[in-house]
């Protein structure tokens, strides 16, 4: 049974519910049913990493994927086409082989995640504190974080001039 | 069995949901939407193993908090190519960006 300082009920409903939204995202024929179903989705996972003593993170999941990630894709849903229709128009015919593909994968990492020895040292929570992780932030790793944020500026300045309008050519 | 596996299990079913999503679905930003359930599967399992291991002090929580902000680069070039080519050929549909088989 999964320990810690909860219940562990409480995990398997948690695990229902990110599973089942996940579900609901790829069997979902409305696009914005799938997205509403992907933020309950996001929401869920912000608890786990609460669970996992991780309130940093939980806060940033909330912030940036169920506050911005959500939102551009919901405005990119509006900008574009609304289809209507039967399964074969939402559905590749793949899926005849990719559905035992997937079902495949999951068995075998789940096999090999449960019978390694990686859970061998027990349940005690070892996530750093807010504190430790800012100071593991800005000192061991100050340079990958200032290289993240030149990324989010070139991919600011990116968006902008892939999603700009042509101008007329005079 | 200790928490870590029900973690990681959780990690490896999100994980395997997502890339489901990318091989069958045909709208380009469901699987953008895909993309980032698979995301989400992967930092739940560095967040687990961070927790339940340790080791290098927890670095496992950080790499996830970079990811999660290259996710949201990603996203915003991803949506931005959608947009620009749904100016150009009026469609989100994975079968019919069919231009460079020429």
Redesign the interface.
């Known amino acids: 049974?999964?320990?810690?300082d909860f219940h562990p009920w409480l995990?398997f409903f948690l695990?229902a519910w990110?599973?089942v939204c996940?579900?609901g995202?790829?069997a979902f024929k409305k696009?914005m049913y799938?997205?509403a179903s992907?933020v309950a989705?996001?929401l869920g996972?912000a608890f786990?990493?609460a669970l996992?003593?991780?309130p940093?993170?939980a806060i940033?999941?909330i912030l940036?994927?169920v506050g911005?990630?959500s939102i551009?894709?919901i405005?990119?849903?509006m900008?574009?086409?609304v289809?209507d229709g039967g399964y074969e128009?939402?559905?590749?015919r793949?899926?005849v082989f990719?559905?035992p593909?997937?079902?495949a994968?999951?068995v075998v990492?789940?096999v090999v995640?449960?019978t390694s020895d990686?859970?061998?040292?027990?349940?005690?929570?070892?996530?750093?504190s807010i504190k430790?992780?800012s100071l593991?932030?800005f000192n061991g790793?100050v340079f990958?974080f200032e290289l993240?944020s030149l990324?989010?500026v070139?991919?600011?300045i990116?968006?902008?001039v892939?999603?700009r309008?042509e101008e007329e050519k005079a | 069995?200790?928490?870590?596996?029900?973690?990681?299990?959780?990690a490896?079913?999100?994980?395997?949901?997502?890339?489901?999503?990318v091989?069958?679905?045909?709208?380009v930003?469901?699987i953008?939407?895909?993309l980032?359930?698979m995301l989400?599967a992967v930092?739940?399992a560095l967040?687990?193993?961070?927790?339940?291991?340790?080791g290098a002090?927890?670095?496992g929580?950080?790499f996830?908090?970079?990811i999660?902000?290259?996710?949201?680069?990603?996203?915003?070039?991803g949506?931005?190519?959608?947009?620009?080519n749904?100016?150009n050929r009026?469609?989100?549909?994975?079968?019919q960006y069919n231009e460079l088989k020429g």
Request: charged share 10%; aromatic share 10%; hydrophobic share 65%.
């Open positions: 049974m999964p320990g810690g995990f695990a990110i599973l996940a579900l995202v790829v696009i799938s997205a992907m989705c996001f996972v786990a990493y996992l003593s991780a940093l993170v940033v999941q940036v994927y911005a990630i551009v894709i405005f990119a849903i900008l574009t086409e289809q128009l939402f559905f590749d793949q899926a990719a559905a593909l997937a079902v994968a999951a990492l789940t995640v449960v990686i859970g061998a040292l027990g349940d005690k929570a070892l996530n750093p430790g992780l593991l932030l790793y990958p993240v990324v989010l070139a991919a600011m990116g968006a902008i892939l999603a309008k | 069995m200790s928490s870590l596996y029900w973690w990681l299990t959780l490896v079913l999100l994980f395997c949901i997502g890339a489901f999503g091989l069958v679905r045909r709208n930003i469901v953008i939407m895909c980032e359930l989400n930092n739940i967040v687990a193993i961070s927790n339940f291991r340790g002090l927890g670095a929580t950080l996830s908090l970079f999660i902000t290259l996710a949201a680069a990603e996203v915003t070039v949506l931005a190519i959608v947009i620009a749904y100016r009026r469609t989100v549909q994975t079968d």
